[in-house]
């Protein structure tokens, strides 16, 4: 086991280099399920997440080979099986994109239920409402679910999303793209990583119209072919370092970034005092003065990130005056919040909103991550923070971030993987 140990109170200065997107790739790697025909992904993130999407491919048949560290080739033309194991998919939230893969590619999909972070209730109504309209028929039983079109083949519908579903409309998509017809999803999803995986889709031969708008149009074709797809880079991990910048202070170049996937963030960190500059991919984000106060509001995309809420509240904590949170995504959001306060942070919680009031400074204190972004959360803090911060279970963290350590001891972060002892742990366990 191993924590993270931080020394904060540095202002960071350098460059750091963002990688490919954590929820386009744990897309992308099953729907290369559809593909008859070798894919080669590149762009991929080193992160526990991705690990697991490949060994799930494996085990299901796939062929993957690592071309180097951030490219694979993945070769699903032999595949015939489609029931997926229990263990792997209880690690991973993104396992239930193997429902749609599986679905499109053979009529039939068995998937134990997803895991993934603990962000309150996470419903998969909407995925099988959207496999059902297609004409499958879909059970859960026993804790896995069970889909199965065998016998009429997948047809196109409309399926209109009740509620905006990242996991939903791209699950869809993915169940669609060798159905016979026209599928159309209505109020669907806009976040990058959705148009990621149709621009994957489409340069392999499906025909997806309208991605990134809430209209998408699939006409189904007959098979997908091999090809060469470069993920797009992780909005949240750019996020993340540029929160991390207002924290701490300091003048730090984000490089290989899509600026446009990052308006959101840009805009409440300027309103919060820090100066940001784009130049084609890349932003510099700089700090040189106290932070202000301001509201935040979570909401698909365009709209303010969920996945971001945690290490822009970590910020707020520092600026100066009230500001107000109101989760709009997750109903259990907050459950770093009285880790944030072991390190004197100032914030009531009721319900979705979350009250900051703007303190001083915070102090390190020995923390566990609870959640991947809350995890990167308390990264941001233990930055900024005056003495020592240690963050356990930080698993959660490295589901999400490639080098999370290495990028930051590259702008002068003093932050380290401490190996944690067993001894250690007991006494931390019977303390708990
Ligand atoms: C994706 O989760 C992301 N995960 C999450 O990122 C992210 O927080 C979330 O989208 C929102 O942006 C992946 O991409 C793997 P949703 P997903 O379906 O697809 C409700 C991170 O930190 N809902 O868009 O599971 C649901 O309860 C992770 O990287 C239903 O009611 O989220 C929620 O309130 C954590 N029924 C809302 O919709 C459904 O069938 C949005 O969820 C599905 C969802």
């Not at 490219?71 to 699903?76: G, H, L, W």
Request: with cysteine.
């Amino acid at each position: 086991m191993y924590k993270y140990v931080i020394h904060g109170g540095k202002p960071l200065f350098g460059e750091i280099e963002i990688s490919g997107a954590k929820n386009a790739a744990v897309a992308i790697l099953p729907a290369a399920l559809l593909v008859d025909g070798v894919c080669r992904i590149e762009n991929i993130p080193q992160i526990s997440d991705v690990t697991l999407s490949l060994e799930i491919l494996r085990e299901l048949g796939a062929g993957v080979r690592s071309i180097n560290k951030n490219t694979v080739e993945i070769d699903c033309r032999h595949i015939r099986n489609f029931c997926v194991p229990d263990d792997p998919c209880r690690k991973m939230r993104a396992s239930y994109y193997l429902i749609g893969a599986l679905l499109g590619r053979f009529g039939r999909a068995q998937v134990s239920m997803p895991g993934g972070c603990n962000l309150g209730v996470r419903p998969i109504d909407l995925h099988i409402k959207g496999f059902e309209a297609l004409g499958a028929n879909v059970d859960v039983l026993g804790g896995f679910v069970y889909a199965n079109a065998q016998e009429n083949g997948l047809s196109g519908a409309t399926v209109y999303m009740d509620q905006v579903s990242v996991g939903a409309t791209m699950n869809v998509m993915m169940a669609a793209v060798l159905a016979k017809g026209l599928t159309v999803i209505e109020n669907a999803a806009k976040e990058p990583h959705v148009v990621d995986l149709a621009n994957f889709l489409n340069s392999m031969g499906a025909d997806i119209m309208g991605a990134g708008t809430d209209v998408i149009k699939i006409r189904g074709v007959e098979k997908l072919h091999g090809g060469t797809y470069s993920i797009i880079p992780d909005q949240i991990e750019a996020g993340t370092y540029m929160a991390c910048v207002a924290a701490a202070g300091g003048n730090v170049l984000i490089k290989n970034v899509i600026p446009k996937h990052l308006d959101c963030i840009t805009a409440k960190l300027v309103e919060m005092g820090v100066e940001i500059q784009e130049d084609g991919d890349d932003i510099r984000v700089i700090r040189k003065h106290g932070l202000k106060r301001t509201n935040i509001k979570t909401m698909p995309y365009p709209g303010f990130p969920t996945d971001m809420q945690p290490q822009m509240t970590a910020c707020l904590c520092l600026a100066q005056g009230t500001s107000m949170v109101n989760e709009g995504i997750w109903e259990n959001r907050y459950r770093y919040v009285e880790e944030f306060k072991r390190m004197g942070a100032k914030i009531q919680v009721d319900g979705k909103i979350a009250v900051v009031e703007g303190v001083d400074h915070l102090t390190g204190a020995p923390l566990q991550a609870c959640d991947l972004r809350a995890g990167a959360a308390m990264v941001v803090a233990g930055l900024a923070a005056v003495g020592t911060t240690e963050i356990g279970s930080i698993h959660y963290i490295e589901r999400g971030y490639d080098d999370l350590t290495g990028k930051l001891q590259g702008v002068g972060a003093d932050i380290r993987i401490v190996d944690v002892p067993d001894d250690d742990l007991r006494t931390e366990s019977h303390a708990g």
